[in-house]
């Protein structure tokens, strides 16, 4: 059984889903969580019966705003007094920028991007997409502990049930250090809904979209679905779409439940981003598109006539 210390992420004191799928897939092991201030019962409670036995709760000057400094100097101290064999993280954007900045301070092994998590007794065994998705390596650390791994969201799922008790919270007065680079500003981005690394489920237009105004018909469906809604870069770079929503090499990677792409031809560069999605359903004119090749299921048709019609049956499904 190892010792592993996980850093939850939270979104105005709502814990990232990512958090509760490590938490459920490393079960069996000896579990804490580490968060900054802000954090809300709820979540503290959610993690407690995800197997949390204690959360350090970090509060500090400096420490109100995400800054990579001050939060990788006040985590490494956290770290430091829990002899941890693992420290596990979500790869968000935070992850992402926080968490090889920590493994650097401890001089440490860190494997990013993690999509399959396994143990040979207390040896962490992951898996990991290369080479844009097409190659999946099966990896582990080497060298000083504690090792460090960020996982990719949506990728492992939700645990069926969360059957632990409640943690024990321990308050930490954080220390930030020296910060040379500050956080001015945070600007939300263009949509209210879920950030597409974290949604469930994606409904994405291509360039066939025409317009920014058709996306109206792609917003109408993710909104009956509860979903959100990306774009190919030819959407982005046409101006239909903001960048924020673009999927692949360049843009974001997902890993959605389903993944809807609608007028997308399935570049191989459209692919990279969201290839490891559970279903992919493709809307395209073009029976050839190799969009097709990658679907899990294919309607050859007009989006403008299909997303409408699929939008409307959706609804009586959901109600
Ligand atoms: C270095 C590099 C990085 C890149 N990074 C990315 C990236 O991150 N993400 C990305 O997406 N691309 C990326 N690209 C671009 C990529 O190569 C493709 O050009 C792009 O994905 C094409 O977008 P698309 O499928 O929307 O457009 P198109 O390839 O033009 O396809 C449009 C599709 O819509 C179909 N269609 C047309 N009308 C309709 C209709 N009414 N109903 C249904 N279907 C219709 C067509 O049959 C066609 O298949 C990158 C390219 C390079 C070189």
Known sequence: MAKILVFAEHNSGTVK??????????????????????????????LGKHGATTIHKIKG???????????????????SSGSYDYVFAGSTSLGKDLFPRVAGMFDAGMISEVVEINFDGETFKGTRP????????????????????????????MPDSAAGGSANVVDVTGNAGSIRAVVNEIIKGAS?????TEASIIVSGGRAMKNSDNFKILHEMADVLGATVGASRAAVDSGYADHS????????????????????????????????????VAINTDPDAPIFQKAD??????????????????KKLMN
């Open 61 to 79: 000057e400096g420490l109100d705003t995400y800054s990579p400094e001050g939060y990788a100097n006040a985590l490494k101290e956290v770290i």
């Open 192 to 196: 209210e809904k879920l950030d597409l």
């Open 297 to 314: 299921y294919g309607i050859v048709g007009d989006l403008f006539k299909v997303v409408p019609v699929l939008t409307e049956e959706l």
């Open 130 to 157: 290369l080479f844009a998705g097409k190659v999946l390596a099966t990896v582990e650390l080497d060298g000083p502990k504690p090792h460090f791994v960020t996982v990719r969201p949506n990728s492992i799922g």
């Open 17 to 46: 889903g990512v958090t509760f799928e490590i938490l459920g897939k490393l079960s069996s092991h000896t579990l804490e969580v580490v968060a900054f201030d802000g954090l809300s019962d709820d979540g503290v409670a959610e």
């Open 245 to 280: 929503m673009q999927v692949g090499q360049t843009g974001k990677t997902v890993a959605p439940t389903l993944y809807i792409a609608c007028g997308i031809s399935g570049a191989i560069q459209h692919l990279a981003g969201m290839r490891t999605s559970k279903v992919i």
